[in-house]
Each structure stands twice: as structure tokens, then as C-alpha cells.
Nanobody, 123 residues
Framework: VQLQASGGGLVQAGGSLRLSCAASGSIFIIDAMAWYRQVPGKERELVARMTRSGTTTYSDSVKGRFTISRDNARKTVDLQMNSLVPEDTAVYYC??????????????????WGQGTLVTVSS
């Protein structure tokens, strides 16, 4: 299973960016999909998460500014980021809980990470 993230870049404070992540490979079903971010010297933190049924969770720092969405048929998850501030500067990673079918009677579930995409917000 691979997660391919895209959409990062440089933007001025107050601007917007949209991140996208596509899952591919041996996928039977994807449960939760999420975006995390990490800055050097700090732990990776959850930004937003969406279950397959559509339940969302946001970190307090992005509530009202970021919106997570997903397309279960296309196996994608997006993160619309508005009103960006310099503190949003980080490497953003997509994440997914994926169940794969190894045989007609064997299913395995694992958590996967994308490669990360850099978002830089200038003041």
C-alpha cells in the first residue's frame, strides 16, 4: 500500500493551500484517513482525521480554518487549508488505516504513512 501526497508549497500568511493524498495498492477497505504535521524538533501531531463514515476530528489550532474531505471510491483524502499562519509551517503527512485481503479468508490491517509534503507559510 502506498500513500502519495501532493499540494504543498510556499504561501503567504492569510493564503490557502489544498493538500491531496491518494492511496494505492492492495486495498480492501480504508477506515480512518488523516493528516498529521511535524516541525523539526517536535513530535508529529494530528491535524485532522476522518473516519470512513465521515466523522471528523480537528486539532484546536486548525479548527475553523482547515477542512478534511475524502472520496472513498477514489481512495483519496484532501486537506483544504485556509487563513494560513506561519505557525502552520511544517511537513504534512497523510495517514490511513488500511485493510488488505491476502486470501479469500485472510485480512490484515495496517497503518500507513505518505512521504510528506512541505508547507511553508511566510509572514
Amino acid at each position: 500500500v502506498q500513500l502519495q501526497a501532493s499540494g504543498g508549497g510556499l504561501v503567504q500568511a492569510g493564503g490557502s493551500l489544498r493538500l491531496s493524498c491518494a492511496a494505492s495498492g492492495s486495498i480492501f477497505i480504508i477506515d480512518a484517513m488523516a493528516w498529521y504535521r511535524q516541525v523539526p524538533g517536535k513530535e508529529r501531531e494530528l491535524v485532522a482525521r476522518m473516519t470512513r463514515s465521515g466523522t471528523t476530528t480537528y486539532s484546536d489550532s486548525v479548527k475553523g480554518r482547515f477542512t478534511i474531505s475524502r472520496d472513498n471510491a477514489r481512495k483519496t483524502v484532501d486537506l483544504q487549508m485556509n487563513s494560513l499562519v506561519p505557525e502552520d509551517t511544517a511537513v504534512y503527512y497523510c495517514n490511513a488505516d488500511v485493510t488488505s485481503q491476502e486470501s479469500p479468508w485472510k485480512f490484515t490491517s495496517n497503518n500507513y504513512w505518505g512521504q510528506g509534503t512541505l508547507v511553508t507559510v511566510s509572514s
